[in-house]
């Protein structure tokens, strides 16, 4: 991420802040050429992971830093923060073999978060979680499917 | 009828077309949104057998708190044996609700024109 174009930022996760942090970086990301769809969930990934660490990693008071970059063939993420230990990766999947009327409400979001990102990397540092995700960019997309 | 707009920009406006509630939203579905979204729409969910059409043609976002506003209206539309149907969904949005499977667990019509002709059969 040392020579994109890089966007930086330390937000609460809380719903307001996020949305506005989601403003920044649609806006920049759009500044920067990136197409919609990148750009779209570049920023719905970011509003998930920070959704989560206010609902389940305790985070509302504390900052969470955040590191975007556009690359030439995908948009590069980084997310940092204080909670407790949590790997996104881990997160367990939502059940899609259940009818409508059974079908819990929620565990979506770190599912969505694993399922756009073309890369999703963890580590545990200096007593914080550290996230870096990448979405491809129009033209650089495999074949990823869904479930 | 429902007409207002959320601190955090989702536009929410209602008509009723035949005996079909059609919404449309604007805006982002996001965690600070949806569960106003739901709790207004499910305000017309008051009759036997509802049909409600939600125009999605102006939502660019929509998160998994989202999801689950629509999630909570299907299952309120199901259990008073009414039936519920999107539309006009924008490409990127759509694309997250394959990934969840809400595509194959809702009726998604290209246009509202469609949608209603379906709903009205």
């Known amino acids: 991420m040392l020579d994109a174009i ?65 690359e030439p063939d995908k948009v590069t993420g980084e997310v940092i923060d204080s909670g407790p230990p949590f790997d996104p990766r881990l997160a367990p999947e939502p059940s ?10 929620g565990g979506l979001g770190l599912f969505l978060v694993r399922k756009l990102c073309s890369s999703l990397e963890y580590a545990r540092r200096n007593g914080e979680n550290c996230m870096i995700f990448a979405i491809s960019r129009e033209g650089n997309r495999g074949d990823k499917k869904s479930h | 009828m429902i007409d207002c707009k959320d601190k955090d920009g989702t536009d929410i406006r209602d008509e009723r077309i035949g005996d079909t509630f059609v919404v449309t939203a604007k805006g982002r579905l996001d965690g600070g949104a949806s569960a106003a979204f739901a709790e207004k729409i499910g305000t017309l969910i008051t009759n036997e057998n509802p049909k409600l059409l939600i125009d999605f043609a102006g939502v660019d976002f929509v998160t ?14 199901k259990a008073a044996g009414g039936s519920f149907a999107l539309c006009s969904v924008q490409e990127q949005v759509r694309e997250v609700l394959d990934i969840t499977g809400f595509t194959d667990m809702l009726r998604i019509h290209a246009a509202r024109a469609e949608a209603l002709s379906a709903m009205r059969g």
């Open chain 2, 64 to 77: 998994s708190a989202g999801l689950r506003a629509v999630l909570v209206l299907v299952k309120k539309v």
């Open chain 1, 96 to 105: 899609f073999d259940v009818g409508i009327a059974e079908r819990p409400i």
């Open chain 1, 6 to 70: 890089r966007f930086e930022a330390s937000t609460l996760p809380t719903p307001e802040a996020i949305a506005a942090l989601i403003d920044r970086v649609i806006a920049f990301l759009d500044q920067h050429g990136v197409d919609a769809r990148a750009a779209h969930h570049t920023a719905l990934v970011l509003s998930e992971v920070l959704t989560n660490l206010a609902t389940h990693g305790d985070c509302c008071d504390r900052p969470a830093n955040i590191a975007i970059a556009a």
